[in-house]
T-cell receptor, first 116, second 112 residues
């Protein structure tokens, strides 16, 4: 079984400040990990993904995430927040094999607010 | 390519009514899935399909039916709508060899 926990349902930062969105996962087999972003009234867009290559993954819009197996974490960061980053962010996990292969399990989401 | 398309964008039903949410993709993806999104709960998998003629249940399948007669289409049927099915529904697709899932724009359903 796999699961995802996103710490903090709401995160608020000032424009130019560091963005840190936390994600911890559990998986019985090596996982694939994803971060998706959802802007208001839109579908989900892939920000970045970890598929067992480099542990530091760079995505679109200046975001990156680091896979830490020992901590079962995949936190999302951006050095300097922009107003346009305001959205809801979802962490998701998928098993690389087994009965859960290919099925995405999502965290509950974190709403990011960026203040001027 | 249009990607993943969903119709309708909005729908209001009365309890007990039936309807079908349409999903189509033009990327020749083998895998297609339906999710529902509820506040504070992320997205939960309803049903999925690994190819034409093959479907399986996800995390929250009760009250929903699916079929996959073609690679392109994956409709979701509500046989007797209930207020608990008020949600935003997303369809997604991907290639069989593992890759990112592409999401449609969603259908916002309200059941009164």
């Amino acid at each position: 079984a796999q699961s995802v926990t996103q710490l903090g349902s709401h995160v608020s930062v000032s424009e130019g400040a560091l963005v840190l969105l936390r994600c911890n996962y559990s998986s019985s087999v090596p996982p694939y990990l994803f971060w998706y972003v959802q802007y208001p009234n839109q579908g989900l867009q892939l920000l970045l993904k970890y598929t067992s290559a480099a542990t530091l993954v760079k995505g679109i819009n200046g975001f990156e995430a680091e896979f830490k197996k020992s901590e079962t974490s995949f936190h999302l960061t951006k050095p300097s927040a922009h107003m346009s980053d305001a959205a809801e962010y979802f962490c998701a996990v998928s098993d690389q094999r087994g009965t859960s292969y290919g099925k995405l399990t999502f965290g509950q989401g974190t709403i990011l607010t960026v203040h001027p | 390519n249009a990607g993943v398309t969903q119709t309708p964008k909005f729908q209001v039903l009365k309890t007990g009514q039936s309807m079908t949410l349409q999903c189509a993709q033009d990327m020749n993806h083998e895998y297609m899935s339906w999710y529902r999104q509820d506040p504070g709960m992320g997205l939960r998998l309803i049903h999925y399909s690994v190819g034409a003629g093959i479907t399986d249940q996800g995390e929250v399948p009760n009250g929903y039916n699916v079929s996959r007669s073609t690679t392109e289409d994956f409709p979701l049927r509500l046989l007797s709508a209930a207020p608990s099915q008020t949600s935003v529904y997303f369809c997604a697709s991907r290639y069989r060899d593992f890759n990112e899932q592409f999401f449609g724009p969603g259908t916002r359903l309200t059941v009164l």
